[in-house]
């Protein structure tokens, strides 16, 4: 293989790269389609407002598609059970004080999709490379 296709391929994971981490806006359009704030009956507000109730939950996500689409081009699928498994133990003790069972539910929608997010670009990624 000569050093210009080695660049090239490297190139396509890194851009590929790039964009699957930038799913956070796909994501929180999806949740916002399927969780709409509805007004309360009492102060006029969100009953839910997901991004305040689960903190740090972008960069959870941005670090989240970066493991997916790493473990998917490495070649370790095997990898997607640790990131699973990290984040939901991780996030447990959050979710199970919520009163609210909607937080969870949400939790586990943009869970899948970012992951999902992440894993088509990885998929593009590796069937460009292997092209050659």
Do not use: C, H
């Amino acid at each position: 293989m000569d050093p210009l296709e080695l660049l090239l391929k490297a190139l396509i994971i890194a851009a590929l790269g790039v964009v699957a981490l930038l799913g956070n806006p796909v994501v929180r359009l999806l949740l916002r389609r399927i969780d709409a704030p509805q007004p309360s009956a009492e102060a006029g507000l969100p009953l839910l407002e997901t991004g305040r109730v689960l903190r740090g939950g972008r960069w959870i996500g941005i670090l989240e598609r970066a493991a997916v689409y790493a473990t998917l081009v490495a070649g370790f699928p095997a990898g997607l059970a640790m990131i699973i498994a990290i984040k939901g133990l991780g996030r447990y003790p959050e979710l199970r004080a919520q009163a609210d069972s909607r937080v969870g539910e949400l939790f586990i929608i943009g869970t899948f999709a970012s992951m999902l997010w992440a894993a088509a670009f990885a998929g593009i990624a590796y069937g460009v490379v292997r092209l050659w």
